[in-house]
Structures are given as structure tokens and as C-alpha cells.
């Protein structure tokens, strides 16, 4: 149930493991139709998300039109630019379009035969007991119902699957939305077609309890998203009605931004101010018969990129998971529906963690230093130290101990960061040693 990112990905891992599968989707065919966005244009792919594509066949495909971000290029106040990498030389997070991304998948998944779509298919609900599946035809409201052996519900936050879950008295659901909403703004090309700013970095406009961010697309556009509370005294969308208090909010926190975004005005009334949320459940699954993944079950803030990656990530377990029960839908549901959620809860807490990270710390210059030594770390003991932010990003680390080495990590900071005089010559620095090996010699246990 649903063809979106997930929904498409995992349909073509069932097909190519010979299954029959049918896809319903709410929207047109987006081939013909045009994808129809209402979210971000474009999302960062890391590691995970690859992993799983090319288990799709592929990866290669939307490498050639992906663009490495190697790094945070923060703007200040003034309009002064620092580059901060995410990782080593050579990694990088990679921006691919939403709608591209999508349409790449169904066209992969229409291409075996064991496969069907049928667009324009509102799922209403899911009888649990019948494994019975109720649709509206957008045309016409002509009604049908559908019996299958397994249905997945990959049709994203607000899933119509998870839904029919709701009535069963055994099942926990949190929905927890965040104050801040969020509106995208165009930064076109320059004239002669070229980004108007550094294509290979992710920009960052941290103002402490607010932000904007820009990723860039292949046609040398950028797609701006500021994030802000909806509501409050001072620097909220509620506080900015009129074009004055909109170009007035811009001069003062992001002056070198309004020459990239001349439709600055018209975008921000005509953009609607989207709102995000946690959502969580459990359990993911009815007996051995319906499964949720992807956004269904565990829908987060977009503040580590890491929506969508997860929920590819998903698609690659369930696929080794199929390796090693073959067709015993009964163990692989029960082991992925005890494993994988702890993960999920994981990256919920991380992503939401993240955006006091992204809106405040990055300008902050402790946590430079601290990514310095990081990086440094890394460098110096590759076996013992990672930073959190590599774990998640370009690693396969389950999440929950990722989350779990990033505490250890902050506490490891604690004691570097209150060395006396770190701040200058740290590489020279002895104790950073000292403090370093007795953490590790701590953990060893
Ligand atoms: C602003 C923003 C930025 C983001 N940036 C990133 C990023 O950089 N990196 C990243 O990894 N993730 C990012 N994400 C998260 C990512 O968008 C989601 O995690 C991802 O889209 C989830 O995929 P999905 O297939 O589970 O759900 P969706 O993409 O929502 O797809 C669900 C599909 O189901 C269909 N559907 C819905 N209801 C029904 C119904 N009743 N019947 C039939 N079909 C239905 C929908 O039409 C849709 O096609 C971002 C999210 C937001 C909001």
C-alpha cells in the first residue's frame, strides 16, 4: 500500500525474489502525471539509502545525477562562509531529487512481469481478520476490495494501514509534533545555469533557535527550507504577515540570501508552512499477515537525513531476512518487528537531538573545535573512535548503538573540552592523549 519512496523500493526487492506483488497507490501515475511534490524537493541519500538501491539494481543510475555535498557551509550574520566536512576525504551525503528518485523506482518495479500498479487507488483501510484491503477510485469513488496472504503499509505518516491498526487494543501509537513548520524557497540559477553558490556543500544558516538550510539540485537551482516556530513573539511564521516584516526578518537574519531568492515575497505566501512530527508505534505488524515500514511506522524530523535512508534501511534487512527464512513470513515479521524498532526509536531521538545541533551548535566554536579533534580521533585511532555523526551517516551501525556510542562520546568531550587550554594547540597537547586512552581503557571495561 503506497508507491512512494519505500513503498516502490520494496515492491521491486519482493518481484525479484519472485513473489506477486501489487502496488495501490493514492496519486496518478506520477510518469504521466508529473510528480506531485508538497514536500522537500529533494533529500540527502547516505550510505544506508544506497545500500538498498543497489540491492534494487540501482544505484548506479542515480549516482550519475546525485550531487556529493561533502560538507556544512554555515553563512553568519554578516555573510561570512565556513566549511565544516562531514566525514573523511572522499565521503559525502548526496542530494537526489524526490520526484526523480520516485519515478526511477516505479519505472525499475513496472519492468517485471510479477508486478502490477494500480494508481489512483485510496486505501481506505485494512480489514486485519479478513486481510482484506478496501480502496476508493479517485475517478469515479467506485469502491473495490482486495484479499491478500501479506500486505505491506508503506503508505508514509499518515498511513491509512496503520489506521485500521488503531482499533486493535493491543497497539501503542505517539504522535509528537514539533512547534517549528517549515517553507521551502527557491534559489535559482545563475544566468549562464550554474549554482548561485557552492554546489558541493549543504548550506546552513544556524541563528540559534531558527535556521535555514539549502541543497542543491542538477539544474543549478537550490531548494531553501526555513525552519522557524509557528508561533511566538519574536522570529516565528506567525510574526510575519506582511511583505515589511518578511524583508525586515530577512535583512536582519539572512541578508546574504535575499539576492539568491528573488521570488523571495511570492514564495513565502504562496509556499504553504508544512509541519513536522515523531511518530511512533508499536507493534509494526499483525500476526504474520500485515506489515508496516518505512514512514508508516516510524516517521521523524528531517534534522539527520536520515527519513527515507531508514526506511530503505528497513527494505535491506527485510530482503536478508527473506535470505535466511526464505519464505517463513511468520519468523521474518516476528524477528524484524523485535529487532528493528528499538533502531527506529533510535534515529527518532537522533534526528530530533540533531536540530539544536544544526540551528545552534554548528556556530557555536567549541563545537568546531570538538568536531576537529573528532575528525583527529578518527584519524589517529580508526578501530576505537567514530564519530556519531559517521555512524549514522556513513556507516551500517545498528542506530540504537550508534545512539548509544554517541552518549559515551559526549561524555568523552566533557573531559577533552574542560582540559585547560585546549583550545590552542591541541594537537600538541598531551593529556588529550591521556584523557583519550583512559575512556577507552574505561569502555574495554
Ligand atoms: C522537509 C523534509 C525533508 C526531508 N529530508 C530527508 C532527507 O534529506 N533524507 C532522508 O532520508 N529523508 C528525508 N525526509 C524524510 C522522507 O521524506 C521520508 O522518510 C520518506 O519519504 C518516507 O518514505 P515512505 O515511502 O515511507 O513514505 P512517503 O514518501 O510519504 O510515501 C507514501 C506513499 O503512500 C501513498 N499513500 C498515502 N496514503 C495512501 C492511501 N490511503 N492509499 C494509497 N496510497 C497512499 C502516498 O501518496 C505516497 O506515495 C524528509 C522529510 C521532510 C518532510
Given amino acids: 500500500m503506497g508507491a512512494g519512496l519505500v513503498g516502490s523500493l520494496w515492491a521491486v526487492l519482493l518481484a525479484k525474489r519472485g513473489y ?14 508529473g510528480f506531485i511534490g508538497g514536500r522537500s524537493i529533494n533529500l540527502a541519500m547516505s550510505t ?11 544505484e548506479n543510475k542515480i549516482r550519475e545525477v546525485a550531487i556529493p555535498m561533502k560538507g556544512r557551509m554555515m553563512h553568519d550574520e554578516a555573510g561570512q562562509l565556513a566549511f565544516q566536512p562531514y566525514g573523511k576525504e572522499g565521503q559525502a551525503i548526496y542530494s537526489v531529487s524526490r520526484g526523480g528518485l520516485n519515478i526511477e523506482l516505479i519505472r525499475i518495479a513496472d519492468q517485471y512481469e510479477n508486478l502490477r500498479f494500480h494508481f489512483a487507488h485510496k486505501c481506505l483501510g485494512v480489514d486485519l481478520r479478513s486481510n482484506t484491503a478496501h480502496f476508493e477510485h479517485a475517478a469515479d469513488g467506485r469502491r473495490v476490495s482486495v484479499e491478500a496472504p501479506l500486505i505491506f503499509g508503506t503508505d508514509g505518516a499518515f498511513s491509512a494501514v496503520r489506521r485500521s491498526f488503531m482499533k486493535l487494543p493491543r497497539f501503542n501509537y505517539s504522535q509528537q509534533y514539533l512547534e517549528y513548520g517549515y517553507k521551502e524557497l527557491h534559489i535559482p540559477p545563475l544566468p549562464g545555469g550554474e549554482h548561485a553558490i557552492d554546489k558541493n556543500a549543504l548550506h546552513i544558516w544556524p541563528r540559534g533557535q531558527f535556521m535555514m538550510i539549502a541543497l542543491p539540485n542538477i539544474d543549478g537551482s537550490f531548494t531553501g527550507t526555513l525552519f522557524l516556530p509557528f508561533e511566538g513573539r519574536a522570529n516565528s511564521f506567525g510574526q510575519l504577515q506582511t511583505d515589511e516584516q518578511i524583508l525586515a526578518f530577512f535583512e536582519k537574519h539572512f541578508p546574504d540570501s535575499i539576492p539568491l531568492i528573488p521570488g523571495l515575497l511570492e514564495d513565502f505566501r504562496t509556499n504553504p508552512t508544512a509541519a513536522l512530527a515523531t511518530i511512533r508505534c508499536f507493534p509494526w505488524c499483525y500476526e504474520d ?25 528497513d527494505c535491506s534487512l527485510l530482503d536478508e531476512l527473506m535470505e535466511t527464512y526464505k519464505d517463513n513470513w511468520d519468523k521474518i515479521i516476528e524477528v524484524f518487528n523485535q529487532e528493528r524498532p528499538r533502531d527506529a526509536n533510535a534515529i527518532a531521538d537522533l534526528a530530533l537531538r540533531n536540530f539544536v545541533e544544526m540551528r545552534d551548535r554548528v556556530a557555536d566554536p567549541r563545537f568546531l573545535l570538538r568536531k576537529e579533534i573528532e575528525a583527529y580521533l578518527n584519524e589517529q585511532y580508526p578501530e576505537d573512535f567514530l564519530p556519531l555523526y559517521s555512524q549514522v551517516t556513513f556507516s551500517h551501525t545498528p542506530y540504537s548503538r550508534a ?15 574542560a582540559i585547560e587550554g585546549i583550545e590552542a594547540n591541541w594537537r600538541e597537547n598531551g593529556e588529550l592523549g591521556e584523557v583519550f586512552r583512559e575512556w577507552i581503557r574505561e569502555r574495554r571495561g
Wanted: charged residues 30%.
Fill in 289 to 313: 499477515k500485515v506489515l508496516l515500514i518505512g514512514d508508516a511506522s516510524h516517521a521523524i524530523v528531517p534534522f539527520y537525513g536520515q527519513g527515507m535512508n531508514s526506511g530503505f534501511e
Fill in 20 to 33: 506477486a506483488v501489487d502496488v495501490y497507490e493514492l496519486r496518478e501515475d506520477p510518469r504521466q502525471a
Fill in 48 to 58: 544506508r539509502g544506497w545500500r538498498a538501491l543497489e540491492k534494487a539494481g540501482i
Fill in 403 to 417: 545512539l548509544k556510542e554517541g552518549l559515551a562520546q559526549d561524555e568523552l568531550f566533557d573531559r577533552i573540552l
